[in-house]
């Protein structure tokens, strides 16, 4: 039987969203979208690993930036809601935390809706993060963007092309933040299992999300000035992990940081 998709979502070509969602588990994703994940991870089976351990490195991040006081973020990138959302941990540590979410994929907005319709503090937007004065509107209803706020760009960076520079752009973000801010960023890279790395993104070029695989160093390129906070920018399991975690993780080729603004 065809599956029934909501009104105004393309099943026609895969998503980075629904198949980040087939990753994880979830089943919010279509027909396309897990042909198109079987495809990655036959290239690289440690893609679903990877998408695991860049999910808990999200969540051990924001747990961190509550506990430094944050109170209001901006998660831009969001993907399918699942457990453990950042609404949820960041309201934990103080009931009062303000979310806005954006995602460009429409899909995000129908599922984010059903689960957030009750909360007042948390606020979903389909737009894109190629347009930063959008965006940042689009925040300023719910966040006060004069005050210190976290800003949230995990696994969606390589999912910007050098051609609409992105380096460029996080640049306009990191001058919007006030002093104080924190950015968190994970991003893939091509640097420590450079054929399996490549194999996953060639199999993401007929998506609606082809992958752009970056150095290291261009990755730490994203936080400019800002200080990065212990460990620095690692592979994501190695960054602040509750239990001690083994020191090889050449095949968790997603590196994440925090830095904040001096
Ligand atoms: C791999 S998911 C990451 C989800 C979540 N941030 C996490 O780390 O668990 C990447 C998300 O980025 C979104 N995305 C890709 N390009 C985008 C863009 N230009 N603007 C906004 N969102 C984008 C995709 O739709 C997808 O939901």
Do not use: C
């Amino acid at each position: 039987m065809p599956e029934q998709a909501p009104p105004g979502i393309d099943t026609s070509v895969a998503t980075a969203a629904r198949m980040y969602d087939y990753y994880l588990g979830g089943k919010d994703n279509f027909a396309v979208d897990r042909e198109a994940a079987e495809r990655v991870l036959a290239a690289a089976p440690e893609v679903r690993p990877i998408a695991v351990e860049n999910r808990r490195f999200l969540q051990r991040g924001v747990r961190y930036l509550a506990e430094q006081g944050v109170t209001q973020f901006l998660d831009i990138g969001t993907g399918l809601p699942t457990q453990g959302n950042v609404h949820q941990i960041a309201q934990e540590h103080d009931p009062t935390a303000r979310v806005v979410y954006v995602d460009n994929d429409p899909i995000v907005l129908v599922h984010a809706r059903a689960l957030l319709s009750t909360d007042s503090a948390t606020r979903v937007v389909t737009a894109d993060l190629r347009d930063p004065d959008e965006v940042l509107d689009a925040a300023a209803g719910l966040l006060d963007l004069s005050r210190p706020f976290a800003l949230l760009m995990a696994a969606v960076l390589h999912f910007v092309p050098d051609e609409d520079r992105p380096h460029e752009l996080v640049a306009r973000y990191r001058d919007v933040l006030p002093s104080g801010s924190h950015l968190l960023l994970s991003h893939v890279t091509g640097d420590t299992r450079p054929q399996s790395s490549a194999g996953a993104a060639a199999a993401y070029r007929n998506t609606r999300n082809p992958a752009t695989l970056r150095t290291v160093e261009q990755i730490a390129a994203f936080f400019g000035d800002f200080a990065l906070v212990e460990p620095g920018l690692v592979p994501v399991p190695e960054w602040r992990p509750d239990t001690p975690a083994p020191s090889e993780h050449e095949n968790i080729w997603m590196y994440g940081g925090v830095g904040r603004k001096p």
